[in-house]
């Protein structure tokens, strides 16, 4: 699931202009991508719901701001690189070192294997 800031294609500190900005965008690609047909607001959030919930909480100071706190404590522990680190001791989380090392193993067993029968010819 998106996070509101990504359905309407904004970055989290944006202020309440570029969340106006950003949905009025919205709103005129519906509308070129349909032309000849008028549609009013209200029809366009009836068909994007989630783009009209998105909009409906970032504008209001109020619920974005326990949006935002909702979505930090939601966040995955996982960083961009795949790794899980604990911020005070920079150690990844003991499943995905064990991981690591069994895919290390497999890897010089699988390359002692491929030496053995090269050196054996």
Not at 24 to 49: C, M, Q, W
Not at 82 to 96: H, I, R, S
Not at 106 to 120: D, I, R
């Amino acid at each position: 699931m998106l996070s509101h800031y990504a359905l309407l294609k904004i970055d989290p500190v944006a202020d309440q202009a570029g969340i106006e900005e950003s949905y009025r965008n919205f709103l005129d690609e519906v509308k070129r991508y349909a032309p000849g047909v008028e549609f009013s607001e209200s029809e366009i959030t009836e068909h994007f719901p989630d783009i009209a919930q998105a909009y409906a909480v970032l504008r209001d100071v109020e619920k974005r701001k326990a949006y935002d706190e909702t979505l930090f404590y939601l966040q995955p522990e996982e960083t961009a690189t795949g790794t899980a680190e604990d911020p005070e001791t920079n150690q990844m989380p003991l499943m995905n070192r064990l991981s690591n090392y069994l895919l290390a193993l497999v890897f010089l067993v699988t390359l002692l294997y491929a030496l053995s029968h090269f050196f054996a010819l």
